[in-house]
């Protein structure tokens, strides 16, 4: 029963920096598509690796900026690592944070069923489950408005909900427990609660050190990219707390510390 | 190369969906969206006909239908291609929060564009019985020459796509490109008419001369269309060959470089 789900070795990522990048054509054409210089280059993960097993729940913690959201996206398939390999063992739910990729001019219906169908699940599957998603989410008369009308909290609950009822293996949750009302907040606690005793895997990304150990079975603690600590929940999340506040991105580009 | 074509063909209820989803928002307003469809290609092909025939006296006796024949496709291709070019680049949200073949992007605006100019063909027929054109065996060449459009135009949609991400303002140059594109084609024009022989062989390396010639010939003047098509099929194949392999090459880069 408690086979491998996420297995990740040695998983480095790295970005170009952002004023690299939007060249112009024009530009381009007028220097010869030669390189304007080498690329600078920002390592946002490094060697980063950890198993999760079924029914666990890997939590990870860090300082903002610290590749958190970057490490759930290499997990969800969209990052592909630049060093190391990644295997997830099952459909990876989407990552529907805060910010998350609704088409705002479509209603939460019609998101439902595109973002549904873009993780790959029939139009069926995602038809037999709307219902579910529209009441879990608590939008009301809101689901066939056009999703730019909606509050920010309407919006996390709704990808939440979506997350969390397509059925997907592994469920990837970004900062959500933090969101929305204190009712919500406790259904959505109920809902992870739910999804781990059906032995769904669960990546937790949160500030919330409490939320944290309340459904981890282990925790990462990244900083930098790189992994400052991981293993059991209670020590990793106790020399977080002791530690001193980290300079982001200072130290982001230098080598890890072992 | 073929597994890009594979995937499309594995998501297509997406797709169906996404060009169902489009073709809803544009005809919204059901009997006044369709008639705008066909009233906007009218409307275009009417001011080309105050420029040619009535300003500058030029033009062949079935000038509006011929230029309409050709004019039809050439929106298609317009639509398909400007839409794609942004179609990756404007999506940067949803690429980083789901994991889906980016290739249903472009491909979706080709298909709507297809769509729109099926039903664009209603427009033709009253005109073709307008202008007493006879109805030939000819017309039966219709889905063939759509088809190599079709290949044409999905090959270049699905390159500009990518370099659409790279260089933002490949959206900009296209714009005027597209326009020269289209005035030297034989739309407003006949090949017999302007072209001379000896520059016929360079001139119908131009996929767009073969394909407005064929349209023209199949739909108007009841003749089979020239061999030169084949070379339009000859560039679509290269074309697509082309986009395809190039999202092989850059599909896994383009959460990071959006």
Redesign the interface.
């Known amino acids: 029963m408690n086979s491998t789900i996420i297995k990740a070795e040695g998983v480095g990522l790295t ?2 920096r952002k004023s690299e ?6 530009k ?1 054409l007028m220097r010869g598509f030669r390189r304007a210089g080498p690329p600078r280059e920002f390592h946002a993960l490094r060697d980063i690796s950890f198993e999760v097993g079924r029914g666990e729940t890997l939590g990870v913690i860090g300082p903002n900026g610290s590749g958190k959201s970057t490490l759930l ?1 290499v997990i ?5 690592p630049d060093e190391g390999t990644i295997h997830v063992n099952g459909r ?1 739910s ?4 805060l ?3 609704f ?1 705002v ?2 209603s939460g219906r ?1 998101n439902i ?3 549904g ?4 699940f ?2 069926e599957h995602v038809r037999s489950h709307t219902e579910d998603v529209i009441e879990f989410a608590g939008v009301g008369s809101f689901i066939d408005a056009p999703v730019k009308t909606y509050s920010s909290g309407m919006v996390a609950r709704l990808g939440f909900a979506i997350a969390a009822h397509l059925e997907c293996d592994v469920l990837l949750v970004d900062e959500i427990l933090g969101v929305g009302d204190k009712s919500f907040r406790e259904k959505s606690q109920a809902k992870i609660r739910e999804l781990i005793s059906e032995h769904r895997t669960v990546v937790l990304v949160s500030h919330s050190l409490d939320a944290i150990l309340e459904h981890s079975t282990s925790v990462l603690w990244l900083e930098g990219g790189c992994t400052k600590a991981h293993g059991d929940p209670q020590t990793v999340v106790e020399a977080y707390t002791k530690a001193p506040s980290a300079n982001i991105g200072e130290d982001a580009d230098k080598e890890c510390l072992r | 190369m073929f597994r890009q074509l594979r995937t499309l063909f594995a998501w297509r209820a997406l797709l169906v969906h996404l060009v169902r989803a489009d073709l809803q928002v544009a005809y919204r307003n059901k009997v006044l969206g369709f008639l705008w469809s066909l009233l906007d290609p009218l409307m275009l092909m009417a001011v080309y006909v105050l420029l040619v025939q009535v300003i500058f006296k030029r033009g062949e006796p079935l000038f509006p239908v011929l230029l309409f024949s050709a004019l039809l496709a050439w929106r298609w291709f317009l639509y398909s291609t400007q839409k794609a070019t942004m179609s990756i680049a404007t999506k940067d949200r949803l690429i980083q929060t789901v994991a889906f073949p980016r290739i249903i992007l472009p491909t979706q605006h080709v298909a709507t564009g297809l769509m729109k100019y099926l039903f664009s063909l209603g427009a033709l027929v009253p005109m073709l019985l307008l202008f007493r054109v006879t109805f030939t065996a000819q017309m039966l060449w219709l889905p063939v020459i759509v088809f190599i459009q079709l290949i044409f135009t999905l090959g270049f949609a699905l390159i500009c796509s990518i370099v659409g991400v790279y260089f933002r303002d490949l959206q900009n140059i296209l714009v005027f490109t597209l326009r020269i594109w289209f005035y030297l084609s034989p739309a407003l024009f006949s090949i017999a008419d302007r072209i001379p022989p000896y520059l016929r062989p360079i001139y119908m390396l131009n996929p767009f001369s073969s394909l407005f010639n064929a349209y023209k010939n199949i739909l108007v003047r009841g003749t089979p269309p020239s061999v030169y098509i084949w070379v339009a099929l000859g560039f679509g194949v290269a074309f697509l060959g082309f986009g395809l392999w190039l999202f092989d090459k850059m599909e896994h880069r383009l959460a990071k470089d959006v």
């Open positions: 970005f170009r990048r939007r060249p112009t054509l024009r381009a996206r969800g398939g969209i990052y592909r990876v989407t990552l529907l944070s910010t998350a990729g088409q001019e479509l019609e069923a595109l973002v169908m873009l993780m790959g029939s139009r």
